[in-house]
């Protein structure tokens, strides 16, 4: 492949790189790590200037954005809820033409994923997927790069997702697993089965791969053979008014001491795309602790601070991740083949 594999194209969802493509992304974010925790400049974007649009709130994304983007000379523009005007007062095809004009590069976290492929349409430069309605791009190559740091390896692996099964972070899951090999698992209830598309998107490319996809309702019988057991939040931003109703039918699949018992591989770890409702000392836990009676939620404390536990390696590996993603398609890196 010529060196202009990556160079100025937008990652809006996972399941437009090939299995190479992820892969030396996952490579090159780990030897980003390195470079960093030697102290070793890597300025591949020196002078750009990157548009940061966030509808949503978020922490590591934002951080991770921020910081990336400053170890690689570029400078970051932070546009929050209030700053931008998408689809309400401006047009995204507006906004797109505008920045597009501006900035290098745009990062994007908000609701729709509509959104997020109009900007790649009109603005003219890489647009970044920071999450949507439909897929988390960025944290994925950070997930697997976790799961690769831990066991060496990702092909023949088997990740067991426990949670609500219509979310982004599954989605993108489930594609990127099918995509690299890895044996995929969804513990959740029929009520909130994965989107049927979702799943024949991923068993397309696990025919590929070899890999395995498989929706089951029974969580013991789910993680028995995982080597990566991973959660999320129960009801999502924007989904808080369902969380009555979740709490009843989420409970069985809560990642706990009894559940995890049942693991067959004594080096399991857990992930988490964080933030993790694991305890009730915050503001909303207290509230959920009050209203429902639950102080722990889809993780209990034990599990989370466990040696199993790797949600904080992984979140650290956003940035390096996300560092990687910005270079190799914005900074004028050769690539001679992947």
């Known amino acids: 492949m010529p060196e202009t594999v990556f160079q100025g194209r937008s990652l809006l969802s996972m399941k437009d790189f090939s299995r190479a493509e992820i892969e030396w992304l996952i490579g090159f974010s780990r030897h980003l790590k390195d470079l960093k925790k030697r102290n070793v400049p890597h300025r591949y974007l020196e002078g750009k200037n990157i548009a940061l649009l966030f509808e949503k709130t978020s922490t590591r994304t934002r951080a991770a954005f921020t910081v990336a983007s400053i170890d690689l000379g570029a400078h970051p523009e932070f546009l929050g809820k209030q700053d931008i005007q998408l689809g309400n007062k401006e047009t995204v095809r507006d906004t797109a033409l505008v920045l597009g ?73 489930m594609i990127t697993s099918a995509i690299l090999g890895v044996n995929y698992v969804n513990a959740t209830p029929k009520e909130l089965a994965p989107d049927p598309e979702v799943v024949a998107v991923a068993r397309k490319f696990a025919e590929e791969s070899g890999a395995t996809i498989t929706v089951t309702d029974d969580p013991v019988e789910a993680v028995k053979k995982a080597d990566v057991v991973y959660t999320n939040v129960w009801a999502a931003m924007g989904e808080e008014g369902q969380f009555a109703e979740r709490v009843r039918m989420m409970r069985p699949y809560q990642v706990n001491a009894e559940l995890v ?67 190799a398609t914005l900074g004028d890196l050769y690539i001679p083949s992947v």
């Open 101 to 173: 004009s501006m900035f290098d590069g745009i990062e994007f976290r908000g609701f729709k994923q509509e959104h997020v492929e109009q900007l790649a349409e009109h603005a003219g430069v890489p647009i970044w997927n920071g999450l949507t309605d439909r897929e988390h791009p960025t944290q994925m190559i950070a997930d697997f790069m976790t799961m690769q740091e831990e066991f060496g390896k990702l092909e023949g692996l088997t990740l067991c997702y426990c949670g609500q099964g219509r979310n982004n972070v599954q989605n993108s899951l």
């Open 261 to 327: 018992s049942h693991i067959e591989n004594p080096n399991y770890i857990v992930l988490h795309c964080l933030p993790a409702y694991h305890n009730a000392e915050t503001e909303y836990g207290k509230e959920i602790e009050e209203k429902y009676g639950l102080a722990e939620m889809e993780i209990t404390d034990d599990v989370f601070y466990s040696s199993h536990a790797r949600q904080f390696e992984e979140a650290e590996n956003r940035m390096h991740s996300i560092k990687a993603i910005m270079a």
